[in-house]
C-alpha cells in the first residue's frame, strides 16, 4: 500500500515554471512506477506521463511533451513533476499515481491516487 500527497501547485503567468511534487509513504514506493494526470476544469482526467520504477524511462502527452518534466527521487520517496513554457490549456487539477505497470498511460491501470493539486496558469 502506498498513500501520495501532492504540493506545489498554484497561479502562475502563462510562459512561466511550476515544480509538483509527489510525496509516498510506505517502503514500496520505489517498486511503482508513477504517473501524473490532470483534470482541465470541465473536462474529464488525462494522462500526463509517466516515469519507471528506477527512473529510466519516461513517457507523456503529446500535450507536454517538451515542456513538462517527470523525475523522481527514490531515497526521497518522492516523484517530481517540472512545468516550464506554461499554458493557459494547462490549468488543471493535477494528479499522481502509482502503478505496477511501466509505461501506463491509463487510469484504470494505476491503483493509488493522491487528491491533487490545483494549478491555474494565467494570461
Known amino acids: 500500500q502506498v498513500q501520495l500527497v501532492e504540493s506545489g501547485g498554484g497561479l502562475v503567468q502563462a510562459g512561466g515554471s511550476l515544480r509538483l511534487s509527489c510525496a509516498a509513504s510506505?517502503?514500496?514506493?520505489?517498486?511503482?512506477?508513477m504517473g501524473w494526470f490532470r483534470q482541465p476544469p470541465g473536462k474529464e482526467r488525462e494522462f500526463v506521463g509517466t516515469?519507471?520504477?528506477?527512473?529510466?524511462?519516461?513517457y507523456y502527452a503529446d500535450s507536454v511533451k517538451g515542456r513538462f518534466t517527470i523525475s523522481r527521487d527514490n531515497t526521497k520517496n518522492t516523484v517530481y513533476l517540472q512545468m516550464n513554457s506554461l499554458k493557459l490549456e494547462d490549468t488543471a487539477v493535477y494528479y499522481c499515481?502509482?502503478?505496477?505497470?511501466?509505461?501506463?498511460?491509463?487510469?484504470?491501470?494505476?491503483?493509488?491516487w493522491g487528491q491533487g493539486t490545483q494549478v491555474t496558469v494565467s494570461s
Open positions: 516515469i519507471t520504477w528506477n527512473g529510466d524511462r519516461t
Open positions: 510506505g517502503r514500496t514506493f520505489s517498486r511503482y512506477a
Open positions: 499515481a502509482a502503478t505496477e505497470f511501466a509505461g501506463a498511460t491509463k487510469e484504470q491501470t494505476y491503483d493509488h
